[in-house]
């Protein structure tokens, strides 16, 4: 046998040196450590590149960027409107996305949602997340019922009950109709960090599947009860507000805020939506995020953020220092 | 930075200012040229206040408030805020209360065989021509406010009778020449109201209108105090 290198084995060896002593320092090594120190358990990336985490206690994943309606999905019977919610909905789910929140406090976001799904047919990637709401009138099978027919599927893939309106009448009747397969999923849903203290309540009994609540880089309060005990119970959860209502993206950029260089280097952060959302899909006990929005270069971008790498622990406390310092 | 996690005013507003300007413009589209008809309704009822038939101006405003109760708000405005249906009653019950305003003659200011408002004198004058100013720039100033300001489309125009705003405005201004006493402060409840809401509704959206809404509803308040202050007797049927 022989064993001396020939010219191309040694360029070979030489190349490869060159890029393991590289590596720690490269994007997609940061990437793996950080999907590693974001809950590896529970992680996976689909074949389009959008980051995935399992949800609840079965082995179903989600794209960790989601879409809300909340405002911006409320555009009555306007046919202009309604196409532009229309591409909207087209663009979500070509760049990967799955679940859609609304809610039937959100005025006509629901019927727009059924006009989107009517054009476009139901993806197979669609997971439908609905709320009932005493304010909405009728019980809680007929708001069920009403808004299925609104959004125009068979049936929703997860029900919540909307800031815990009456929340022990409405999730024994969800209970009811999950068992008789009429729901996916139930939950509950809360925002602006209120009512924490029943929302671990309802979570400690265990009986919910997921859980909507308000997370982003200035409002961390759920990290310290919440995030940890939806992870103890595998509940899911969906992080609502990203963007505080869309204040604070629009605070960063009015303030002629840059990104820093390392966000980009290490989080593969290039906009200020992937800044504030891979802070949030990054915490291990979040799900998903369901930023909304009515302009698909927005939507591009939130989408974007789903995609590796992650920061990792210290890059998420280092986001947070950074903003805090602003 | 801080983001704080108090429920903000936007907070409330369940749609977005594109949301809102679309609005705005399906109604120009659905009803145009209505407004043709509207404005010169609007401009014959300034020319009745001011030469004191203020019966039938009043006659006049009410059909005015009950379209735009159900166009604007049962039709339009409710797709997209539940209030909406409700505030059309509130704008039909204010249409109600000009026709009884009409029909009664109460609160009214001057009678036709006296000398115009506008020739009034000490602080009746002030609130004449507030109420002058008020109700042209409803009518007029108001529907050009977005298209020369802000270069947005002429379909973005709020016009007398077809939306909201210039209604309340321009019978804030008709109110303050006509009325006078209790019926007057009556009477503003609803528009000023109404101003107010949608005041911080545009303030909650990022919208320049926001701000000349306010400064009509301060010079309004300012008309509403010269025309409450004491004064020589004038005609006062109540």
Redesign the interface.
Known sequence: MNNRFTRRQSLKLLGASVAASLLPSLPLFGQSMAALSAGEHSQNTSSDGLYQKRYGKSDKTLPVIGMGTWRTFNVGRDPQLLNARMEVVRAFFQLGGGLIDSSPMYGSAPDVMGYALQQLGIPSRLFSAEKVWSPAGGSTREQVDDLQSRWKVPQFDLVQVHNLTDWREHLAELRDMKAEGKIGYIGITTSHGRRHREIEQIMAAGDIDFVQLTYNITQRRAESRLLPLAEEQGIAVIANRPYNGGSLIKALKRRGETLPEWAQAECGCTTWADFLLKYIVSHPGITCVIPATTQLEHLQENMRAGHHPMPSASNRQRMVRYIESL | ????????L??F????I??YV??LE?LNETLWPLHLITLTLGMAVVWLALTNRTRLACLFIAPIWTFVAVAFFMQ?YA????AGGYIGYVFFAQAMLLLVISLSGKGIHTMPQQKPAVFLGGVDKVAVLIGIAIALAGLIALPLLAPLTTGASWQQAEVFGIHADPTAITTLGLLLIMLRGWVLWLSMIIPACWLLISALTLWALDASGAIALIAIQATGLIGLMAASAPKRKYFIKS
């Open positions: 930075m801080n983001g704080g996690a108090s429920y903000q936007q907070d507003i369940p749609f977005t594109e949301i679309r609005l399906r339009h797709e997209l805020n539940w």
